[in-house]
């Protein structure tokens, strides 16, 4: 199993940017994929991003293309969401995941272990 904290939520106004960061503890944290899901007030959790376990390759969800950016330091057992261009529509809880086996392009399926969530609201 793996162990999964978020950090970096808050709250910023339209347009501008926030840096997400997760840290990993317990199994090798190179081996998973790793992924950023988000879940807005009445809506059900929807895939944001992802990124392989060498970060060679790297999967967003159409909403965020162009604006937001996965990274991920296998040296520091953590993984990062640069989220630039802030919209409204992006205010949700964003919770960091790992899974040792992802299906492009969202990971349907995948078994995912979770973090506990990060508020993110970007006010208008």
């Known amino acids: 199993q793996v162990q999964l904290v978020e950090s970096g939520g808050g709250l910023v106004q339209a347009g501008g940017s926030l840096r997400l960061s997760c840290a990993a503890s317990?199994?090798?944290?190179?081996?998973?994929?790793m992924g950023w899901f988000r879940q807005a007030p009445g809506k059900e959790r929807e895939f944001v991003a992802a990124?392989?376990?060498?970060?060679?390759?790297?999967y967003y969800a159409d909403s965020v293309k162009g604006r937001f950016t996965i990274s991920r330091d296998n040296s520091k057992n953590t993984v990062y969401l640069q989220m630039n261009s802030l919209k409204p529509e992006d205010t949700a809880v964003y919770y960091c995941a790992a899974t040792p086996h992802f299906v492009p392009p969202t990971g349907l399926g995948a078994r995912w272990s979770w973090g506990q969530g990060t508020q993110v609201t970007v006010s208008s």
């Open positions: 317990g199994r090798t944290f190179s081996s998973y994929v």
């Open positions: 990124i392989s376990w060498s970060g060679g390759s790297t």
